[in-house]
């Protein structure tokens, strides 16, 4: 299916780029990029290139913090037993690990629960319970969860068990009887960021305790709390972009033993680290934990103090991710035949409920994000086990499937999540009419154009323009993700250098040309286009830019996106 190129055509108002332009003596893309962002005088745009702890905003703007720091150091004082409730995911188990660490720095009696993935589910749950009472536990602190646990934190009130909540996910109208609560999409929050993750919160509460007894050091846990961050997918603007900057800058100082060492089996063995190598490489390892196993291995890696542990766990989580990797596959090309099998006209189609009662319950989510993809529409995922379906759902742009699923509360055993990732319960005998309701909803929210697969064009470049100044100039554009994604670059008429080949599995390697000027591109699992691009052909391509390193040589390649004839559409 062809692609539709949907270039950025905002307008700018070209005397303040041309003035920003000369003021930073930067390229016109650059200016342009941060006009668009309401970075308009050069100290904004400082402060976007080069963000500083200093720019963190203070954690005692939360509503509640004092509340629960004062909880803390009372359980501190009188050897009360805390624990850290977290997630199975990356951003969960670097939020426990945040506090796990930064609180046995305090000298807390302190420990941490991760629930079971296939048993619990996510978040509090009766078994959870079951074990915060067994383990006579004083104060439980939640990370990236509890938000909506309104009859779990209940039952802990009960048994005289003070709970804490810390979490970034969208309350519902019942807010549970915490002794605090932190999450900034609170209605009437009083702090002035949104957005932050999981881990973005537990370290926002650890830094409230360094600052209330002048302690220093909570630096050192930027590369938890920006790993967590990038991996979870939320905007990186504001502070989040500020953490994820601070994060990668102390990643790459590789001082946490067992992130050291989960690199090198990742093949990060050199300093630098961009946000792509978190999401794409460490993430689904420390992920992988989660959905095989248990996450605890996570958590227990990231907190490790001496190497030999740290590598052993390393290795074993790295092997579970081969196993995963290989789930994924089967998954995936067993969903898309049930799509080719289930739907006469995808035309139709304007959100994917798929069921099975053979898919492993920890990779649903990843496959959901892969069909997503392929198919660009919001797409459901549901694993049937013991009579109940577990399932996993991914959006597309301009879909909000938290806000979705509220209207179908009452088919559903339970629900969460955010704008771009959900997760739900629901009784295989509600599936059909689920799907039904579900299809019918998205039809009337999505436009037509909204499902059909497109690249978004951030601006045309001209070949000539393309050398290692402009390369330095995107960089400072990094970290990339959500609010802040990668330019995609646009060249028409340029010509097909030689002859393209595949590499790999299914790559695509090629040079294209105009005037002498040379790029060299690489298009992932686009190497059945090789035999079809012919030596001298003129053609349109969309691209990204990235600087490759190889033994000391430096060198610029385009990632291609997708390529196009010229005037060929």
């Known amino acids: 299916m062809r692609k539709r190129w949907l270039v950025d055509e905002s307008s700018v108002e070209i005397d303040i780029v041309n003035r920003l332009k000369n003021e930073l003596n930067c390229p016109k893309f650059i200016a342009e990029f941060l006009v668009k962002k309401n970075i308009v005088s050069r100290d904004k745009a400082n402060k976007f290139f080069y963000p500083k702890f200093m720019h963190l905003n203070d954690p005692f703007l939360f509503k509640d913090v004092k509340k629960a720091i004062n909880r803390i150091w009372q359980a501190i004082e009188n050897d009360e037993k805390i624990l850290v409730y977290g997630d199975y995911d990356v951003d969960g188990t670097t939020a426990t690990s945040i506090l796990l660490l930064g609180l046995q720095e305090l000298d807390a009696n302190i420990e ?3 629930p079971n993935r296939m048993i619990e589910g996510y978040g509090l749950s009766a078994e959870g319970n079951t074990t915060i009472i067994e383990r ?24 005289g068990i003070d709970v804490i909540i810390t979490d970034h996910h969208t309350p519902q109208k019942i807010l549970p009887k915490a002794y605090a609560v932190l999450d900034p999409k609170l209605k009437g929050s009083t702090y002035p960021y949104s957005e932050l993750s999981g881990s973005g919160i537990a370290f926002k509460l650890l830094h409230a305790l360094f600052l209330q007894r002048d302690k220093t050091g909570i630096e050192k846990y930027t590369d938890l709390a920006g790993f967590g961050t990038i991996a979870d997918i939320v905007p990186l603007n504001g502070e989040n972009r500020t953490l994820a900057t601070l994060g990668i800058e102390q990643m790459e100082s590789r001082q946490n033993l067992g992130l050291k060492h989960l690199m090198k089996f990742c093949g990060l063995k050199t300093k630098s680290i961009k946000s792509s190598d978190v999401v794409f490489r460490l993430a689904p390892r420390i992920n992988a934990a989660g959905r095989l ?31 995963r990797q290989q789930i994924d596959q089967t998954t995936f ?39 997503v993809e392929k198919y660009n529409r919001p797409t459901i995922l549901i694993t049937i086990d013991n009579g109940e379906g577990c399932g996993s759902g991914r ?8 806000k979705c699923l509220q209207h179908f509360k009452d088919d559903l055993i339970s629900f969460g999540g955010h704008k771009y990732a959900a997760g739900l319960s629901i009784l295989p005998e509600y599936i059909p009419k689920f799907e039904k309701e579900i299809n019918e909803y998205a039809k009337a929210a999505i436009s037509a154009e909204d499902i059909k697969p497109q690249i978004r064009i951030s601006s045309e470049l ?59 591109l690489i298009g992932f699992n686009m190497g059945e286009l090789a035999p079809s691009l012919k030596k001298g052909s003129a053609v349109d391509i969309a691209y990204s830019l990235e600087e490759n390193v190889w033994k000391d040589k430096r060198r610029i390649q385009g990632k291609l996106k997708d390529i196009r004839p010229h005037n060929g559409y």
């Open 112 to 114: 941490f629960y991760i």
């Open 136 to 159: 006579e536990i004083d104060l439980v602190i939640t990370v990236d969860c509890g938000i909506n646990a309104v009859e779990e934190v209940e039952e802990l009130n009960k048994m």
């Open 293 to 323: 196993s248990s996450a605890d291995k996570a958590v227990k890696l990231m907190t490790s103090k001496y190497p030999e542990p740290a590598e052993f766990l390393a290795r074993s989580i790295h092997m579970e991710n081969q196993k």
């Open 333 to 371: 090309h067993r969903a898309c035949d049930l799509i080719d099998a289930k739907y006469d006209n995808l035309d139709d189609v304007y959100f994917i409920v798929l069921a099975s009662e053979d898919w492993h319950p920890g990779v649903v989510g990843i496959v959901a994000s892969k069909i």
């Open 395 to 402: 959006s597309i742009r301009n879909f909000n499937i938290f």
């Open 462 to 520: 001209k070949l000539k323009t393309i050398d290692f100044e402009f390369i330095k100039w995107l960089k400072l554009l990094a970290p990339f993700g959500p609010s802040n994604m990668n330019p995609v670059f646009m060249s028409k008429n340029v010509k097909v250098i030689g002859y393209p080949y595949t590499v790999g599995t299914n790559h695509l390697k090629m040079k294209v040309g105009k005037a002498n000027h040379i790029l060299n």
